[in-house]
Structures are given as structure tokens and as C-alpha cells.
């Protein structure tokens, strides 16, 4: 039978040279092969060659002088090196035969029965299984690598969805320490209770869980959307468990959100403007003439009456069209580089009356240092101004607690305005900007439109989260005025 390796290398490690020639020729009778054959009698040197892969192949005699072929296996073991080790012993000792194995000897051999035959045998097998070896091992380090460098989140569980390990994405994504994920549980993390429901009863089935879209918690709470792919497994010993993967969308839905939000304030501006324009002609008819009759000469008193009604409303429909077209198109501004403290500053006094008539308890939160963005002053204050308004209508009478606080950050500044108000629920939250969708008896839907547009031409990013109840809050983040060229990132609106 040909052997797995052309002419192996074989060291044969012994202190005695006449037992390495027997040893050495017992191998070269061996039919239809060729080795490559050394002998080494120093325990230290024989440690070097096997640590440097030197040979396919090592025979050790059990005496090597002070040492044992025991104490050189236990060292190359503890040294991490993987090359095969076949102990050769004066007496069949099955103690050390067991032993050797257990230590990783690759076979061992009794030399008062050595044969060409069983010498062939041994070389033959143990080549053999070392290279399937070899080849598993390498199939393990690919699949390892897979494993840890994978960016999605990789896992497997007991049969109850305990954590029983997981990759380094895993803890990058969900913010959690090992020593904190390990061992809890899956559904623990799951945002919603019908979601935990659905996937325990799914696995219970031995169903294949493929591409279900979840929302998963992290350690700061915030809300991962990820798509779920996971089986059930039987290991060699009868055990139940589950492997998985989760892929994080969660910015691939905020982009989705982001270009439908985008169409709709398009498409808004486009039928904005085209009204605006259709209305304004026959608006300045009815204008000029009112201005006309006015000049005619004498009227009744009830003509009088009627002209100023036309005229008031006149201007009103004016002043409206105006307004929505300010809201359909991104804002022209003067930008110059001002501390956001004095803008927010600004925002606060305007609106103290009302905060003061509610008896609204304000607590506020600015860093020592000037945070330093473009911003056109006068423009970005309304918008803040809107924000803060509907905060503090939103909120009852001594109870309310309005909080500002700004962060310096590396290359932003995070401004955070939140209130203890009935909050909103989730399915408004997501059509929050919108124009003309508003909650308010009397409202126009406009405001919110407005401020997207004002934040939007600032470069700022503004998140809301809101739980009916218990409250709103909108964290917005500004560019600092030092790195306002390098961020290009688009509005992106996030709803928890």
C-alpha cells in the first residue's frame, strides 16, 4: 500500500546507536517506500526538531538518558507543538502505553516485537491520521476565522436559548461584556413579547428559522432591528442546541426610512409649489381689484365691510402660501460660527414665560467650553424654539420637567431637549415630519416640517424617541464648526 506521504522524513530519538540502526532497519524493509532516516541521542536538540517541523515522523525510545520519551512528549505538548510522537518501549508496560496516548503520542511500539509489518502499519496509519488531522485543523482554523472576524452577530445556545458562545461581534453590537452575555438568554434581548413567543415555538418544532426580522435590545436600550437566521442541532452526544446568525439592518433601515422621507418632502415641494403658483395668479386678481374698488370712489358701508374682508383674507391666503413654501424647500442660510450654548440660551428666555406659567421645573446641562458650529443663528433658534414649545405643551400644569443638556463629543456636539409629557405613540412617531400631520386641534402639521428642514441644512442628525406616558425626548447632533466640511452624512430620522 503506498503511504500518504512521499518519502517521509523519520526521526528516530534513542541514546542507544545500535537500537537505532534495529529501529532503522526494520523501517527500510518495508516494501515499495523510501525514507528519509535520522538518528538524534540529545533530549534538548530532538526538542528542537520536533518545535521546528523538522520531520513527518518521531520514534523516541521510553529511556533517552536523564530523561524519559514520557518528559519529551509532556514538553513538546506543553510547547503547543502538534507533530506525531510514537513512544518505542523495552517492555510492553500498558500503564505507559495508556498513559502516552492520553498525553498525545501518535501510537507507541513494544521494540521486542518489532516487525517490518507492524512498522508499516504504524507509519501508515499515524501519516494518515495526521493528515486528516492537518486537514481538520485547517478546516477548523478557516471556519474559527469565519467565526471571529465575522461581523454579523454568530451564536449558539442550549435548547432554551441560553448563550453558550458567541463572537466578538456579538459583544460590539449589543454593547454587553462576555462575561455578561454568557449564559443569558436570547429571548432576553428580544424587544418584543410576541417575537419571543413566535421564535420559542418555532424551535420547539425543530422549524429552520430563516430571515425573521426582530428588534433586539442592547445594554444601553437602544433598539437593534436585525434579520434572524437559526436551527436546531444534535451534537455527537445527543444534546440539543442551536446555532444562528443575526445580521444588524438597523442602518439599512434607517437609509430606507431616510429616502422615503426624502420622496415625500419632494413630492410635497413639487405639489407645494405648483399650488402656490396656481393660487398666487388669481390671488393677485382678486388683490388688484380690491385695491381698485377702493379707489372707484364712494361705497356703502356693507361694501366697505366686504372689501376689507376680502382684502384681510387676501393677505392671509398669502401669508399661508408663504409658509408651506418655506416648508417644501430647504432653507437658504447665513452661516457663521457661533456657540451653540448662546443659541440655546436664546431658545430658553424666549420661551420662559410659558415655562413659568406652567410652574415647569427646568433643568439645563452646557459644558465650561464654547461648542463652536455653523449655524444661522436666527433660523436654527426657531427651530430649536419649535421643539421646546411642543415640549412644554405637552406636558400638565407643576408636574412638568423639561431638560436640556448639551455634549461636547469628538467631532459633534449632542444636544438633548426631553420632557415628561403624554409622549407619542409609535405609530406617529414615524410620521412625525411630515407636513401637515399634526395631533394639534388647530395645527397645521407645519412646524416639525419646518424644523426638518432648518436642522437639515445645519447638517444635524436628530433622533426621537417617545413612550406615550412617560414622555419625549429628540437628542441632535451638530457638527462641530472645525469638522462641519467632513460630515456629509444626510438627515436621519430614528424612532424607538
Given at each position: 500500500m503506498q503511504?500518504?506521504?512521499?518519502?517521509?522524513?523519520?526521526l528516530?530519538?534513542?541514546?542507544?546507536?545500535?537500537?537505532?540502526?534495529?529501529?532503522?532497519?526494520?523501517?527500510?524493509?518495508?516494501p515499495d517506500?523510501?525514507?528519509?532516516?535520522?538518528?538524534?541521542?540529545?533530549?534538548?536538540?530532538?526538542?528542537?526538531?520536533?518545535?521546528?517541523?523538522?520531520?513527518?515522523?518521531?520514534?523516541?525510545?521510553y529511556?533517552?538518558?536523564?530523561?524519559?520519551?514520557?518528559?519529551?512528549?509532556?514538553?513538546?505538548?506543553?510547547?503547543g507543538c502538534?507533530?506525531?510522537?510514537?513512544?518505542?518501549?523495552?517492555?510492553?508496560?500498558?500503564?505507559?502505553d495508556?498513559?502516552?496516548?492520553?498525553?498525545?503520542?501518535?501510537?507507541?511500539?513494544?521494540?521486542?516485537?518489532?516487525?517490518?509489518e507492524?512498522?508499516?502499519?504504524?507509519?501508515?496509519?499515524t501519516?494518515?491520521?495526521i493528515?486528516?488531522?492537518?486537514?481538520?485543523?485547517?478546516?477548523?482554523r478557516?471556519?474559527?476565522?469565519?467565526?471571529?472576524?465575522?461581523?454579523?452577530?454568530?451564536?449558539?445556545?442550549?435548547?432554551h436559548?441560553?448563550?453558550?458562545?458567541?463572537?466578538?461581534?456579538?459583544?460590539?453590537?449589543?454593547?454587553?461584556?462576555?462575561?455578561?452575555?454568557?449564559?443569558?438568554?436570547?429571548?432576553?434581548?428580544?424587544?418584543?413579547?410576541e417575537?419571543?413567543?413566535?421564535?420559542?415555538?418555532?424551535?420547539?418544532?425543530?422549524?429552520?428559522i430563516?430571515?425573521?426580522?426582530?428588534?433586539?435590545?442592547?445594554?444601553?436600550?437602544?433598539?437593534?432591528?436585525?434579520?434572524?437566521?437559526?436551527?436546531?442541532?444534535?451534537?455527537?452526544?445527543?444534546?440539543?442546541y442551536?446555532?444562528?446568525?443575526?445580521?444588524?439592518i438597523?442602518?439599512l433601515?434607517?437609509?430606507?426610512?431616510?429616502?422615503s422621507?426624502?420622496?415625500?418632502?419632494?413630492?410635497?415641494?413639487?405639489?407645494?409649489?405648483t399650488?402656490?403658483?396656481?393660487?398666487?395668479?388669481p390671488?393677485?386678481?382678486?388683490?388688484l381689484?380690491?385695491?381698485?374698488l377702493?379707489?372707484?370712489?364712494?361705497?356703502?358701508e356693507?361694501g366697505t365691510?366686504?372689501?376689507?374682508?376680502?382684502?384681510r383674507?387676501a393677505?392671509?391666503?398669502?401669508?399661508l402660501?408663504?409658509?408651506?413654501?418655506?416648508?417644501?424647500?430647504?432653507?437658504?442660510?447665513?452661516?457663521?460660527?457661533?456657540?451653540?450654548?448662546?443659541?440655546?440660551?436664546?431658545?430658553?428666555a424666549?420661551?420662559?414665560?410659558?415655562i413659568?406659567l406652567?410652574?415647569?421645573?427646568?433643568?439645563?446641562?452646557?459644558p465650561?467650553?464654547?461648542c463652536?458650529?455653523?449655524?444661522?443663528?436666527e433660523?436654527?433658534?426657531?427651530?430649536?424654539?419649535?421643539?421646546?414649545?411642543?415640549?412644554?405643551?405637552?406636558?400638565k400644569?407643576?408636574?412638568?420637567?423639561?431638560?436640556?443638556?448639551?455634549?461636547?463629543?469628538s467631532?459633534?456636539a449632542?444636544?438633548?431637549?426631553a420632557?415628561?409629557?403624554?409622549?407619542?405613540?409609535?405609530?406617529?412617531?414615524?410620521?412625525?415630519f411630515?407636513p401637515?400631520?399634526?395631533?394639534?386641534?388647530?395645527?397645521?402639521g407645519?412646524?416639525?416640517?419646518?424644523?426638518h428642514?432648518?436642522?437639515?441644512?445645519?447638517?444635524?442628525?436628530?433622533?426621537?424617541?417617545?413612550?406615550?406616558?412617560?414622555?419625549?425626548?429628540?437628542?441632535?447632533?451638530?457638527?462641530l464648526?472645525?469638522?462641519?466640511?467632513?460630515?456629509?452624512?444626510?438627515?436621519?430620522e430614528?424612532?424607538n
Open positions: 503511504l500518504p506521504i512521499i518519502s517521509p522524513r523519520i528516530i530519538i534513542d541514546d542507544d546507536e545500535d537500537d537505532f540502526i534495529i529501529t532503522s532497519d526494520f523501517i527500510r524493509q518495508i517506500s523510501t525514507f528519509q532516516i535520522d538518528w538524534c541521542s540529545d533530549f534538548q536538540q530532538a526538542l528542537t526538531f520536533i518545535c521546528a517541523g523538522k520531520y513527518d515522523l518521531y520514534f523516541t525510545d529511556r533517552l538518558g536523564a530523561h524519559t520519551g514520557m518528559d519529551l512528549l509532556k514538553e513538546a505538548v506543553r510547547l502538534e507533530a506525531p510522537i510514537i513512544l518505542l518501549t523495552g517492555k510492553g508496560n500498558r500503564k505507559v495508556m498513559e502516552a496516548m492520553q498525553l498525545g503520542a501518535a501510537d507507541y511500539l513494544s521494540k521486542p516485537n518489532l516487525t517490518a507492524n512498522m508499516e502499519r504504524c507509519i501508515r496509519y501519516l494518515g491520521r493528515q486528516s488531522l492537518q486537514a481538520l485543523k485547517a478546516s477548523e478557516k471556519y474559527k476565522s469565519i467565526f471571529e472576524k465575522s461581523k454579523d452577530l454568530v451564536f449558539i445556545t442550549d435548547k436559548l441560553n448563550f453558550l458562545d458567541l463572537n466578538q461581534a456579538s459583544f460590539e453590537v449589543l454593547g454587553f461584556q462576555p462575561s455578561e452575555l454568557l449564559h443569558q438568554n436570547l429571548c432576553a434581548l428580544l424587544h418584543q413579547q417575537q419571543k413567543e413566535k421564535l420559542l415555538a418555532a424551535l420547539n418544532e425543530n422549524q429552520i430563516n430571515d425573521w426580522e426582530l428588534s433586539l435590545s442592547t445594554k444601553n436600550k437602544e433598539q437593534k432591528i436585525c434579520i434572524l437566521t437559526a436551527a436546531h442541532e444534535t451534537d455527537s452526544g445527543g444534546n440539543d442551536v446555532q444562528g446568525i443575526i445580521h444588524d438597523t442602518t433601515r434607517k437609509e430606507e426610512r431616510l429616502s422621507q426624502a420622496e415625500k418632502l419632494a413630492a410635497t415641494g413639487r405639489l407645494v409649489r399650488l402656490a403658483h396656481e393660487v398666487r395668479n390671488l393677485n386678481n382678486i388683490t381689484s380690491a385695491e381698485q377702493q379707489h372707484e370712489g364712494e361705497l356703502p356693507s365691510l366686504f372689501l376689507d374682508i376680502i382684502q383674507n393677505l392671509r391666503i398669502a401669508a402660501i408663504d409658509e408651506l413654501l418655506h416648508t417644501s424647500k430647504p432653507s437658504d442660510l447665513n452661516l457663521e460660527t457661533q456657540a451653540l450654548q448662546s443659541i440655546i440660551e436664546q431658545v430658553v424666549a420661551s420662559l414665560d410659558r413659568t406652567k410652574k415647569i421645573h427646568l433643568e439645563q446641562h452646557f465650561v467650553a464654547d463652536l458650529v455653523y449655524a444661522d443663528t433660523k436654527l433658534m426657531l427651530a430649536l424654539l419649535n421643539i421646546v414649545i411642543n415640549a412644554i405643551e405637552a406636558m400644569e407643576e408636574t412638568g420637567k423639561l431638560k436640556i443638556s448639551l455634549q461636547a463629543q467631532q459633534t449632542l444636544l438633548q431637549i420632557d415628561n409629557g403624554h409622549g407619542i405613540s409609535k405609530e406617529n412617531l414615524s410620521r412625525l411630515e401637515y400631520f399634526t395631533q394639534k386641534r388647530n395645527g397645521l407645519l412646524g416639525l416640517a419646518f424644523t428642514n432648518i436642522l437639515q441644512a445645519h447638517k444635524a442628525r436628530i433622533e426621537v424617541s417617545s413612550s406615550p406616558g412617560a414622555g419625549t425626548q429628540f437628542n441632535i447632533t451638530f457638527p464648526a472645525d469638522y462641519y466640511e467632513e460630515i456629509s452624512t444626510p438627515y436621519e430614528k424612532s
